[in-house]
Nanobody, 115 residues
Framework: QVQLVESGGGLVQAGGSLRLSCAAS????????MGWYRQAPGKQREMVAI???????TYADSVKGRCTISRDYANNTVYLQMKSLKPEDTAVYYC?????????WGQGTQVTVSS
């Protein structure tokens, strides 16, 4: 069982930056997938950025060039660096880790971008 705790969300003006962190209670070294997802009010949860097998990254078209996902095995943490934030980035951001066939989610952190 892996527990995930997100942090780093908050209120930021359009054009600003935030770095989200996802701290895992156990090792993430064997994770198949590490990723960030978001859910805006009234919308479905969507993928923002993922790392497959610790190497390959994939980004949603809406955040390409503005977000960078990274992982720190030493601290069992996954990060999402976001810049040039837009009001449409406002959502609850969730961290997800997949280890073999088990999928773990964090509780989410709110990101609000004001115009």
């Amino acid at each position: 069982q892996v527990q995930l705790v997100e942090s780093g969300g908050g209120l930021v003006q359009a054009g600003g930056s935030l770095r989200l962190s996802c701290a895992a209670s156990g090792s993430i070294f064997s994770a198949n997938v590490m990723g960030w997802y978001r859910q805006a009010p009234g919308k479905q949860r969507e993928m923002v950025a993922i790392i497959n097998n610790g190497v390959t990254t994939t980004y949603a078209d809406s955040v390409k060039g503005r977000c960078t996902i990274s992982r720190d095995y030493a601290n069992n943490t996954v990060y999402l660096q976001m810049k040039s934030l837009k009001p449409e980035d406002t959502a609850v951001y969730y961290c997800r880790i997949v280890v073999r066939t088990a999928s773990y989610w964090g509780q989410g952190t709110q990101v609000t971008v004001s115009s």
